[in-house]
């Protein structure tokens, strides 16, 4: 819109000038950018004619000979990665370096491994071994009888981890009380499912059989915890190049020393949002998605993108996990978006293990917690909210999608601008919940007041509530009411400020070691009202055409991430002596 208010001469007429009072407006048309621009005649010369026509020459041979040059590429480029590894491989034996699996030589070795692996799977075993295997799940044979070879492997996981538990609390049989929790949750979760005629057990029952298996390889194995702290190292030192680029554009005390919200953890969404859009750009997340979301759908029952969030969700957390799968929020149905926001609610990010060791929480508890809500998450996700429609993101289903950017710079461009609304949409909710929550507080004291009780908060009302939880999770019963208080103060406020009061219990020698490791496992999850709103704000800024369907599963995502965490602490409780 353009305003007149001067002269304009135009083919020789004068246009009258038009008072302040009667200014209007009138729309400019623009040309389609996409209209058939109209070329011109060459003009550079005859240097710049044969330069042209040396150009056209070499694309005309390369395209006549693209698969003779493309294997020259590859031939060439294996040539340079060999020579490469031998290099590595000379400086390893001379120098005599110690094989660290986590860092250095090991993880080089082990990626080096993993890709031969692929080559050698993708380029020989699958073109023979799939088409048999694919026939195979497909008979009439095995479709009859996989369900019953489930449920007999379920059969005897549960004998052998029932003879394993008598035999391993012979020495204290209270630790038995914290079986009766994991029923009595399962007993809860299926009495208040939305859909209780939906429910899938063999999804339930994975759930829960591998929840079980994840904490005795990280409770009771180190190895297993090791592997896991290196994978989150490694996830966490990549998520720092974020934290490089915000230290540059707002300075060490935001990001560093004073390590505020907006400015430190929301800044990584933005590196990682242009990086997610770079590999969509590529191809590559979608096949990574497919791929580890299809095993995982085959040993759960869940769809791609369910069992994906589950396990990413462990070390990027619950903002930045949904933007490897954005492009298929758009398809997912309210049990799906009810599970993706469960399992954020269910855990917390492996980028902030290092800020909660500083409180004097142990890391191996933190971790293991972790791990073993990715498939407890997706189990009471589908027990309080079954999916009741045909899934449009199965591995039979799912359509890879490809990037509509036009090249490598668009997609990290748009990736990163992606990340803006989000950002804001996170900061916005996060203020109001809190803001809300400090209300209702103040309304509780005040009204606690008029009675003669003073320091009466939410926190407080909830944590009273939850000493019977803490309790069912084993917990002595002397340190019940303190336990509860803690999950009260993470479910109102936040896990931070639990966290530093569950360090200084733990300093004073206030709670047994094993009370301690049951509140670990208990405060292990982003669900309080911050998170709520930074889930709702994520998810219906990548996608708002399924806002309805968020805001309302957004309080029974709430529940069952709580209900997931006081599982595994149940589990921790029972394992732990």
């Given at each position: ?12 007429e ?28 060459p003009?550079g ?7 042209s ?37 000379n400086?390893?034996?001379?120098t ?7 860092y250095?030589?090991?993880?080089a070795?082990?990626?080096?491994a993993a ?42 996981f549960?004998v ?9 609390t012979?020495?204290n ?10 029923i ?24 829960v ?12 194995w180190?190895?297993?915890?090791n ?27 935001l990001i560093v ?8 953890a ?12 770079i ?9 990574f ?16 993108i ?7 969700i ?15 929020l ?5 049990s ?21 060791t ?7 508890y933190?971790?293991?917690?972790s791990?073993m809500a ?10 309080l ?13 799912i359509?890879l ?9 668009q997609?990290?461009?748009n990736g ?7 950002v804001?949409g ?11 929550i400090?209300?209702?507080n ?7 007041t008029?009675?003669g009780?003073d320091?009466?908060?939410l ?5 009273m ?9 084993g917990?002595d ?32 020698g ?19 009202p ?32 709580c ?5 595994s ?9």
């Amino acid at each position: 819109m353009t305003i007149i208010e001067k002269e304009e001469i135009t083919n020789g007429e004068i246009i009258p000038v038009v008072p302040l009072s009667n200014l209007e407006t009138v729309d400019i048309i623009h040309p389609d950018p996409k209209q058939e621009e109209v070329s011109i005649k060459p003009c550079g010369g005859p240097l710049g004619q044969i330069l042209s026509d040396f150009r056209k020459s070499i694309k005309d041979k390369i395209s006549k000979h693209s698969n003779t040059f493309f294997n020259f590429l590859i031939i060439l480029g294996v040539t340079l990665i060999g020579v490469y590894i031998g290099f590595m491989i000379n400086n390893f034996i001379n120098t005599g370096s110690h094989i660290d699996w986590c860092y250095g030589y090991g993880k080089a070795f082990i990626t080096i491994a993993a890709i031969l692996w692929c080559i050698a799977y993708y380029k020989g075993l699958k073109p023979f071994f799939h088409p048999n295997f694919k026939n195979l799940t497909k008979s009439a044979y095995y479709v009859k009888n996989i369900k019953y070879m489930k449920y007999t492997v379920y059969l005897a996981f549960v004998v052998a981890f029932i003879v394993f538990i008598i035999y391993d609390t012979s020495n204290n049989r209270r630790r038995l009380i914290s079986l009766l929790g994991v029923i009595f949750f399962l007993f809860i979760s299926f009495i208040f499912s939305k859909h209780p005629e939906y429910i899938r057990w063999d999804t339930v029952l994975s759930g829960v059989t591998l929840q079980i298996l994840f904490g005795l390889c990280t409770i009771r194995w180190e190895t297993g915890r090791n592997i896991l702290k290196c994978f989150g190292d490694n996830v966490v030192n990549f998520l720092n190049f974020g934290l490089d680029g915000a230290t540059f554009v707002y300075g060490d005390t935001l990001i560093v020393k004073e390590m505020v919200f907006a400015f430190q953890a929301l800044s990584t969404l933005y590196f990682l949002a242009m990086f997610a859009r770079i590999l969509f750009y590529l191809g590559w997340l979608q096949i990574f998605c497919f791929k580890i979301g299809s095993v995982i759908e085959m040993c759960l029952g869940t769809t791609v993108i369910e069992s994906i969030n589950a396990i990413t969700i462990i070390f990027l957390g619950m903002s930045e996990a949904p933007l490897l799968y954005s492009v298929y929020l758009v398809d997912l149905s309210s049990s799906e978006l009810h599970a993706i926001m469960t399992s954020g609610f269910s855990t917390v990010a492996g980028t902030l293990l290092a800020a909660y060791t500083t409180l004097g929480v142990d890391p191996r508890y933190v971790l293991t917690a972790s791990m073993m809500a990715a498939p407890a998450s997706l189990c009471f996700s589908k027990l309080l909210y079954p999916e009741t429609v045909q899934s449009k993101t199965t591995s039979k289903e799912i359509t890879l999608l490809n990037s509509n950017d036009a090249n490598l710079l668009q997609a990290a461009s748009n990736g990163a601008l992606s990340a803006i609304g989000m950002v804001q949409g996170i900061i916005a909710s996060v203020i109001a919940c809190v803001a809300f929550i400090s209300f209702l507080n103040a309304v509780c004291s005040w009204l606690g007041t008029l009675v003669g009780y003073d320091g009466i908060t939410l926190e407080y009302l909830v944590g009273m509530l939850l000493v019977p939880v803490a309790w069912l999770m084993g917990v002595d019963p002397e340190e019940c009411q303190t336990v509860g208080s803690l999950i009260g103060i993470k479910t109102m406020a936040n896990e931070f400020i639990a966290y530093k009061q569950l360090g200084q219990l733990k300093a004073a020698g206030k709670l047994s070691a094993r009370s301690e490791a049951i509140a670990t496992f208990a405060l292990c999850a982003f669900s309080n009202p911050g998170a709520l709103g930074s889930s709702i704000a994520t998810l219906t800024t990548l996608e708002k055409r399924q806002s309805e369907k968020i805001h309302k599963v957004a309080l029974r995502a709430f529940v069952a991430g709580c209900i997931t965490t006081f599982t595994s602490a149940c589990i921790a409780g029972l394992l732990t002596d």
